[in-house]
């Protein structure tokens, strides 16, 4: 039984009972914690806000013998309030805690994990940057430091030089034209410059990039494969976020449509 003080992002939350809330919390020094925020749900609670998806506050928790603790207190220190305002990047916050979830094993800090996170909801709630870079750069970032690092170096199988025309999401290799087959993903240089970037840039330089959004979302629908295999989940938040990229997207083209009619 023991008083915890420690830093951490609330990456689900579920209501239950009257006025609680369940949480689960990726900490600083501790990894994953279940915590119960008690009474968190009504108004003139401390912990409403606090208590919220996606706040990053500093956690005062007790844990008795459970798997459970209790939230004793919490002081936000940032909520990344305009994530939760748009509900395009909702959806995405959604899935990258998604994927931190799937990746971390309880009980198990990652310091650069926690770190990748809050950078990249720093960049979805206050930076304008495509959706798509966001999501394709923290794919191969987090998969990286999971433990599932691509091998982007010479072709995996005769060991060419230069290589890089296919990628193979099963052993997340490069190939050159010779070894690739027709069922590996192609690639071009570009392509395969913004995955080494992605995985390698200093943490500050993340998405200091540029590239054609043709070029990301080629490498955005590799990335969520991969992520996808290798995590061995289908991740309904990520189908949720595409179906509404899918509806901005007729929304817009039936604007344009309308303002050609006009001309
Ligand atoms: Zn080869």
């Given at each position: 039984?023991?008083?915890?003080?420690?830093?951490g992002i609330v990456i689900r939350q579920r209501?239950?009972?009257?006025?609680?809330?369940?949480l689960t919390i990726f900490t600083?020094?501790?990894g994953i914690i279940k915590?119960?925020?008690?009474?968190?749900?009504?108004?003139?609670?401390?912990?409403?806000?606090?208590?919220?998806f996606l706040?990053?506050?500093?956690?005062?928790?007790?844990?008795?013998?459970?798997?459970?603790?209790?939230?004793?207190?919490?002081?936000?220190?940032?909520?990344?309030?305009?994530?939760?305002?748009?509900?395009?990047?909702?959806?995405?916050g959604t899935y990258f805690a998604d994927v931190l979830y799937h990746i971390l094993d309880s009980?198990n800090?990652d310091?650069?994990l926690l770190?990748?996170f809050?950078?990249?909801?720093?960049?979805?709630?206050?930076?304008?940057?495509?959706?798509?870079?966001?999501?394709?750069?923290?794919?191969?970032?987090a998969?990286?430091?999971g433990?599932?690092?691509?091998?982007?170096?010479?072709?995996?199988?005769?060991?060419?030089?230069?290589?890089?025309?296919?990628?193979?999401?099963?052993?997340?290799?490069?190939?050159?034209?010779?070894?690739?087959?027709?069922?590996?993903?192609?690639?071009?240089?570009?392509?395969?410059?913004?995955?080494?970037?992605?995985?390698?840039?200093?943490?500050?330089?993340?998405?200091?990039?540029?590239?054609?959004?043709?070029?990301?979302?080629?490498?955005?629908?590799?990335?969520?494969?991969?992520a996808?295999?290798?995590l061995e989940h289908?991740f309904e938040s990520l189908?949720?976020?595409?179906?509404?990229?899918?509806?901005?997207?007729?929304?817009?083209?039936?604007?344009?449509?309308?303002?050609?009619?006009?001309?």
């Open positions: 039984m023991a008083n915890i003080k420690t830093k209501d239950y009972g009257e006025a609680d809330r369940m600083e020094e501790h915590a119960a925020a008690h009474g968190a749900r009504r108004t003139r609670s401390k912990q409403s806000a606090a208590s919220q706040c990053f506050g500093e956690f005062m928790l007790y844990r008795g013998g459970g798997d459970v603790a209790n939230v004793n207190s919490v002081s936000p220190i940032d909520s990344f309030y305009p994530i939760q305002e748009d509900i395009s990047k909702l959806a995405l009980a800090p310091a650069a770190r990748l809050l950078n990249t909801l720093y960049a979805l709630a206050y930076k304008n940057i495509p959706l798509e870079k966001i999501k394709t750069v923290f794919e191969w970032r998969m990286s430091l433990g599932f690092m691509p091998q982007l170096g010479v072709c995996a199988q005769c060991g060419k030089a230069n290589a890089g025309a296919r990628f193979r999401i099963r052993s997340g290799a490069v190939l050159c034209s010779q070894c690739g087959s027709r069922s590996d993903s192609r690639l071009d240089e570009l392509m395969l410059l913004i995955m080494r970037y992605a995985i390698c840039a200093d943490d500050k330089k993340l998405f200091s990039f540029r590239a054609p959004d043709e070029v990301i979302k080629r490498v955005s629908e590799l990335s969520e494969r991969y996808s295999y290798h289908e189908r949720y976020y595409k179906r509404l990229q899918d509806i901005n997207g007729f929304v817009k083209g039936a604007d344009g449509d309308e303002k050609a009619g006009q001309v």
